[in-house]
Structure formats: structure tokens, C-alpha cells
């Protein structure tokens, strides 16, 4: 029998023991980690996952990212954007201090990693067709994108994002918790590949963890749904600071002058006090007791001075971007890719010579 799941408290330790570890231990760990190229990035993602990267490259770990421009076909038709969106990710990531040049942390694109589809057939035959149905995330994001006719990369992107991670051997992937089905399988197609194809030496896969961090849930100025560019509701890094005071200013509130931070009845407020939470480092409940009984204006203010603030080294360093940008772009796509396929191809190798597909022709 497999070791199943666990639970999400399981997953939640685990990951706290390994934040503990990396300091002492950067080189144990090989990060992997992406996002679809759907478009900028906003205070939600900086807030939730880059700040975490920046980390991860300052403890000195080395950090793959993949901008997943083949999984982005899977629910749009995204053509006519992608390569902009791609480049507003390379931008985003630049801006918020992830840094190619001076730390090991490569940023590639699926499309040019062709290894990465070599390792996807042998996967695709290590998982039933029942897994791939039962996979809560993508059973959402078929009903999020409303799709009548899924088409099978849908169903199968999950086995393509072990390919992902397993490529460069990364043992370590911050995600959130609608990723932890997809690890679930990256580790059980690692597993499984060890098992089917046993080495002399030790097993070719590592088996990768999530690391998961006190993502703070972050909504959308209009306090309801979840921050998202395609909801309209969101503050993109790019935003300059006129623009961010304004999009606060129109951001939803409640009659009641006395703040609180209480997000299951006062959603809107709190969510204003946990984005100043995050750019002060103060408990949520501390910047409301602060603010007492301010009002909404004060407490708008306050937010935009701290988060324009928080975001200034942010947009000093895009600003200086931006003159180069298209350069700066390729540049980094560059010797990410390279190094993607450099690792990709050994791992195929590997792999191939596991699979004793190895002719003896090279
Ligand atoms: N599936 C991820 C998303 O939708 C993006 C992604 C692709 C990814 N490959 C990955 C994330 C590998 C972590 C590891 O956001």
C-alpha cells in the first residue's frame, strides 16, 4: 500500500520543520516553483508567494521557477497575450528583488524546456485515469473556467508539473494549498518511478515537499472574492502610487467608525487591516486597536501611506527596469532556459538509461 495524503495540519508541520532547517541547511534544498503567465502580478501574490522567494534566494537555496506558458493553454485561449504576460512576470519577479545575476534562481518557460515533454509520456503511464478525475483542483478550475469540453491536457497538467518539479531534482515546492493535490502526485509519480525503474545506486527521484506559509488570505477591494486581476478587484505591483491611493480609495467599507479586525462579519475592513498588518509586520488585531475608532477614510490612509511605502523599492527598481526592459527580459529567459535544459537533459538521460532505453548512441 501507498502512504496516503496525510492531512493538511501534517503538511502545515512538515513545512514549518523545513522553514526551521533552511537556515542552517540551504544546500539540502532545490526549489521549484511557478505560476501561469495569465498576466501582472498584484499585492495579493507579493504578499502570499514572492516575499517567500526572495527568501528562499537570500538563505542562499538554489530556486527554479517555471512560468508555465504550456499549462496556461489548458483553460484560455490566451495566445494573443502570452508573450506580454510573460514578460510582465519576468518584470514582476525582477522588481520584488528576485535577482539572476548575483543568486542561483533561474526563471524558464515550459515551451522551451523540450525535455520536459520526453519525461511526460513515461509519467503519464505511472497514473491511472481515475486519479487524474478525482483531482480536486482541477475539478475547480474546470468550474471556475466554465469549460463544457475539457480538453485532456486539462486532466493531465498535473502529471506535466511532476515533470516540472522531479527535471531539476527540486525537493522542496512552496505552494498553496490548491497545489498540495498536485504534490500529492508529483511525489507518488517519483515514487512509483523509483520503484519501477530500481538503480544499482540511489533512487533517481528525490520525493518533493510542499512548503507552505501562513498565506494570508487576501481579498479584493471589494471585500468579497478572492484579490484577482480578472476580477477586477486587485492592486497590481505595477500600479503607481497615484493609482494605488486611488483603487483604496474606492475600496469598500462599513458604516461603523470603530475598527475591528474581524474577517468572518466584517470582511471588507479587515481585509483593508491585514494588507497593513502585512506591510508593518503588526498583528492585525494591534492595527486596529491603534486605528480605534478612526473611520474608514483614516483607515484608507493609512493603508495607502504604508503599502506605497512598502511597494517604493519595489517600483524604483521597475522604473529602472523599464529602460532596458525588453533586453532585461531576454536576458533572464536566457540563462534560465539554458540551465533548465541543461538539467532537464541529464535527468532524461537518467532516466532513459533507468528505463534501459539507453542504445549507446551518444
Ligand atoms: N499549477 C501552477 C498554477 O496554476 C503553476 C505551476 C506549473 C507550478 N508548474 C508548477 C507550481 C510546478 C509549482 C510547481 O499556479
Not at 548575483?102 to 485515469?129: C, D, E, I, K, W
Amino acid at each position: 500500500m501507498e502512504k496516503t495524503v496525510g492531512t493538511f495540519e501534517e503538511a502545515v508541520r512538515r513545512s514549518e520543520a523545513i522553514w526551521r532547517d533552511l537556515p542552517t541547511n540551504p544546500q539540502k534544498y532545490r526549489v521549484l516553483t511557478g505560476d501561469r503567465p495569465t498576466g501582472a502580478l498584484h499585492i495579493g501574490h507579493y504578499f502570499g508567494s514572492l516575499q517567500n522567494r526572495v527568501k528562499l534566494q537570500g538563505l542562499g537555496v538554489e530556486c527554479f521557477i517555471v512560468i508555465a506558458d504550456y499549462q496556461v493553454l489548458t483553460d484560455r485561449d490566451t495566445a494573443p497575450r502570452i508573450h506580454e504576460n510573460v514578460r510582465d512576470l519576468v518584470l514582476d519577479y525582477l522588481s520584488v528583488g528576485l535577482d539572476p545575476e548575483r543568486h542561483r534562481t533561474y526563471v524558464f518557460v515550459h515551451s522551451h524546456v523540450p525535455a520536459l515533454n520526453q519525461m511526460l509520456l513515461p509519467f503519464l503511464t505511472l497514473v491511472g485515469m481515475g486519479e487524474l478525475d478525482r483531482n480536486p483542483t482541477v475539478k475547480e478550475e474546470i468550474e471556475a473556467a466554465g469549460l463544457t469540453n475539457v480538453n485532456a491536457a486539462m486532466y493531465t497538467y498535473p502529471v506535466h508539473q511532476a515533470a516540472d518539479i522531479l527535471f531539476c531534482k527540486g525537493n522542496l515546492v512552496p505552494v498553496g494549498k490548491d497545489q498540495l493535490p498536485h504534490l500529492e502526485l508529483s511525489r507518488k509519480i517519483a515514487r512509483r518511478f523509483n520503484q519501477r525503474y530500481p538503480r544499482d545506486d540511489q533512487p533517481l527521484f528525490p520525493e518533493p515537499m510542499a512548503l507552505l506559509s501562513e498565506a494570508p488570505k487576501i481579498l479584493g477591494l471589494d471585500g468579497s472574492q478572492k484579490m484577482s486581476k480578472s476580477r477586477n478587484n486587485a492592486i497590481l505591483l505595477k500600479a503607481t502610487a497615484d493609482e494605488t491611493a486611488q483603487l483604496i480609495r474606492s475600496a469598500k467599507t462599513d458604516s461603523d467608525r470603530r475598527i475591528t479586525y474581524d474577517p468572518e462579519r466584517r470582511p471588507e475592513v479587515s481585509n483593508l487591516v491585514l494588507l497593513i498588518s502585512l506591510c508593518t509586520g503588526e498583528k492585525p488585531e494591534a492595527v486596529a486597536d491603534r486605528l480605534g475608532d478612526a473611520g474608514g477614510f483614516a483607515l484608507k490612509q493609512e493603508l495607502t501611506r504604508v503599502l506605497n511605502d512598502t511597494l517604493a523599492p519595489v517600483r524604483a527598481r521597475r522604473a529602472e527596469l523599464e529602460r532596458d526592459a525588453d533586453e532585461v527580459v531576454r536576458r533572464v529567459l536566457r540563462q534560465g532556459i539554458e540551465e533548465a535544459n541543461r538539467r532537464a537533459n541529464a535527468t532524461l538521460a537518467e532516466m532513459r538509461r533507468a528505463m534501459n532505453m539507453d542504445y549507446g548512441l551518444s
